[in-house]
T-cell receptor, first 115, second 114 residues
Framework: EAQVTQNPRYLITVTGKKLTVTCSQN?????MSWYRQDPGLGLRQIYY???????DKGDVPEGYKVSRKEKRNFPLILESPSPNQTSLYFC??????????????FGPGTRLTVL | AQSVTQLGSHVSVSEGALVLLRCNYS??????LFWYVQYPNQGLQLLLK??????LVKGINGFEAEFKKSETSFHLTKPSAHMRDAAEYFC????????????FGSGTQLTVLP
């Protein structure tokens, strides 16, 4: 089954404790992206990746890191989480970025609480 | 830069009534437009997308949207609401040539009353 998976689905942590949220897709998609969803703000892009070893900042990259060492995986890293990073996070992938109109497929979300 | 405005953060309709969710976009170049739906505790699912082929776009679950360039709008409609349509709906825009993919609106929560 074609899907985007995220782990963990729920996470409660404390300020300053490094964490990683994993994202994996089995569709051989080139493009992957991370969003955060906050009430009244919709989804905002954190980082995206056009392909392996190619990443770039989205609209709200501060406090986050990403890596793309393999095509299927795109982990989101919070080196020193703060309470304002409490949010619902979505990973997404699509076949191509850039000029295509391909559909973006979303993972089920990770609800993060930073105390 | 492109942007999307969804009018009405909450919309309530009776079962069987018309659903109209509003979306206006801002873009300096012809955009691609999308509607996504998010059911409770789930990720986003594509409903439909406008890619300049036809101004009236039909999607899944009986939804459709019409691209109106003169009004910079892409409103989502469904003739008859069903209880299972209760969800949050997001309009999104992407500009051709942009690698940053989608810019989302703030969402509209649709409630369907029995």
């Amino acid at each position: 089954e074609a899907q985007v998976t995220q782990n963990p689905r729920y996470l409660i942590t404390v300020t300053g404790k490094k964490l990683t949220v994993t994202c994996s897709q089995n569709m051989n998609h080139e493009y992957m992206s991370w969003y955060r969803q906050d009430p009244g703000l919709g989804l905002r892009q954190i980082y995206y990746s056009m392909n392996v070893e190619v990443t770039d900042k989205g609209d709200v990259p501060e406090g986050y890191k990403v890596s793309r060492k393999e095509k299927r995986n795109f982990p989101l890293i919070l080196e020193s989480p703060s309470p304002n990073q409490t949010s619902l996070y979505f990973c997404a992938s699509s076949e191509l970025g850039g000029t295509s109109t391909d559909t973006q497929y979303f993972g089920p979300g990770t609800r993060l609480t930073v105390l | 830069a492109q942007s999307v405005t969804q009018l009405g953060s909450h919309v309530s309709v009776s079962e069987g009534a018309l659903v109209l969710l509003r979306c206006n976009y801002s873009s300096s170049v012809p955009p691609y437009l999308f509607w996504y739906v998010q059911y409770p505790n789930q990720g986003l699912q594509l409903l439909l997308k406008y890619t300049s082929a036809a101004t009236l776009v039909k999607g899944i679950n009986g939804f459709e949207a019409e691209f109106k360039k003169s009004e910079t709008s892409f409103h989502l409609t469904k003739p008859s609401a069903h209880m299972r349509d209760a969800a949050e709906y997001f309009c999104a825009v992407r500009v051709s040539g942009s690698a940053r993919q989608l810019t989302f609106g703030s969402g509209t929560q649709l409630t369907v009353l029995p």
